[in-house]
């Protein structure tokens, strides 16, 4: 990722969660221009990575691969990417002036390629090209100062020209960059990982069509559970059916929203290729706007949806708290320390004295009888002692069988935005679906406190 320097960031490299545990180093070649940070493959060796923001001149350039070129990266493999603001050959496009490559900044480009042995991926039989897209920077003009060319570039070293991948030139954004983000894959040894857990979507429940649609999951072909099933169990399967059927309308959700943005995708990528051949095309200019100013209000939604969602909801994962889930609510709380304690002999104050003091006490809290004045009095009260019993009406009240009505105020009181318990059934659920689920809820729960427990699970 590579900015201007005006606002004061030149690069920067984001690391996922998953990947934080492989970082072996990372630091800053040359300052606003370069960065690098090194990996422990998962199948084996060191990986280096290093971003570029190239400056424009030539001049100013050949220092930069010069710098690269003494840099003490001790790796077995090499990928260096960004905005080398270089093209060539056919790539150069119109009207780029200093981005040509003079003789002195030559030397220093050979000298850095050589050191690492790196190859532009974009020219290798092993990387597919997912895209007919040859440019990474179109600067919007018309006429004879239209200029688009391959600004930005991926350098991997042998071993991952071997191993292959692909890379895409996708489609730009004009209100974000100039540039068009330039996606590598490079294939691993390890296989894929599983798929991600899924969270119970509650924003489907704010639809008509699908909260039906997930009730009738809850309800599934019988009402009521067969003679050999009870309550429990078929309480059990209804909630199995509703995540169920979460998932898969989530999964609908996000297939029709990404067809949605592939469509404007698609015609950015079409207007692109055909400034390739005329850079002056008014008329295809303007569909080109009209789509990537479409394509951006469809990230913006999305970038707004994520912002307004609870953290609650971003942390129902799986079927338990997640680490993730403690570490949210942790932040900035400090552990409360005891500092020190007042003894019969007195205080103490030493870290060690208080943990063996505290040690001596828990191991003989129930280990004998102790001799404290008024314990034999006290013990005698607490067994003497007999609860009142209650009135005949409140026992009657108590014993009498649930109604539909106290399900009702149950579910009223549920809390909203909380973490999914081990059901996977968020509380919004149930108040969204209150009337449909109520009633089989009282007969699950009747026959539970008549017949037995209900199931563990």
């Given at each position: ?21 492989l ?9 606003w ?5 090194t990996f422990q493959a ?29 840099a ?22 119109k ?13 220093a480009?050979h ?47 042998q ?24 996606v ?46 009870g ?14 059927c ?6 609908d ?22 400034l ?6 008014m ?9 990537q100013?479409?394509?951006?209000e ?57 943990t ?9 809290l ?17 067994w ?43 509380m919004e ?5 209150a ?23």
């Amino acid at each position: 990722m590579g900015t201007s320097q005006r606002m004061s960031i030149g690069t920067a490299i984001l690391v996922d969660k998953s990947t934080t545990p492989l970082v072996k180093d990372h630091g800053t070649l040359s300052a606003w221009r370069a960065q690098y940070i090194t990996f422990q493959a998962p199948e084996g060796g060191i990986l280096t990575i290093v971003n570029i923001y190239a400056p424009n001149s030539s001049n100013d350039r050949a220092p930069l691969w010069w710098k690269l070129s003494q840099a003490d990266l001790a790796s077995d493999n090499y990928i260096v990417g960004g905005d080398f603001n270089y093209a060539e050959g056919k790539n150069r496009g119109k009207a780029l002036g200093e981005s040509r490559m003079l003789r002195r900044e030559a030397a220093a480009w050979h000298q850095m390629t050589i050191h690492y042995g790196l190859t532009n991926a974009w020219n290798l039989n092993s990387f597919r090209k997912m895209s007919r897209k040859d440019f990474t920077f179109d600067n919007g003009r018309a006429g004879p100062r239209s200029s688009v060319s391959r600004l930005d570039k991926f350098m991997v070293s042998q071993e991952i020209m071997e191993r292959g991948g692909r890379i895409e030139t996708a489609a730009s954004v004009r209100k974000l960059s100039d540039h068009s983000p330039l996606v590598m894959t490079v294939w691993g040894n390890q296989p894929p990982p599983e798929n991600p857990p899924h969270y119970f979507d509650i924003s489907l429940l704010a639809e008509e069509e699908l909260r039906k649609e997930m009730v009738a999951a809850w309800n599934g072909d019988q009402e009521r559970p067969p003679s050999n099933q009870g309550w429990p169990a078929w309480l059990e399967a209804a909630i199995q059916r509703v995540t169920s059927c979460n998932a898969r309308l989530t999964k609908d959700k996000r297939r029709a929203q990404g067809k949605h943005a592939r469509t404007h995708a698609k015609k950015v990528q079409l207007a692109e290729i055909q400034l390739q051949d005329d850079s002056a095309n008014m008329e295809v200019r303007e569909i080109l706007s009209d789509a990537q100013g479409k394509l951006a209000e469809i990230f913006q939604d999305s970038v707004a949806r994520n912002r307004h969602l609870s953290p609650s909801t971003w942390l129902r994962y799986g079927n338990t708290c997640s680490r993730t889930f403690f570490d949210f609510h942790w932040v900035g709380k400090k552990k409360a320390l005891i500092r020190e304690l007042e003894t019969e002999s007195g205080t103490v104050t030493s870290q060690r004295d208080l943990t063996d003091h505290i040690t001596d006490f828990y191991k003989h809290l129930y280990a004998s009888e102790a001799d404290t004045v008024g314990l034999e009095s006290a013990r005698e009260q607490c067994w003497s002692s007999v609860l009142p019993r209650v009135s005949e009406d409140t026992n009657v009240f108590l014993t009498q069988e649930l109604s539909i009505s106290e399900i009702f105020k149950a579910i009223n009181v549920l809390p909203k935005g909380k973490a999914l318990g081990h059901d996977g059934l968020p509380m919004e659920f149930f108040h969204a679906c209150a009337k449909d689920v109520a009633p089989n809820l009282l007969n699950a729960f009747t026959r539970c406190s008549k017949k037995g427990r209900p199931r563990p699970s």
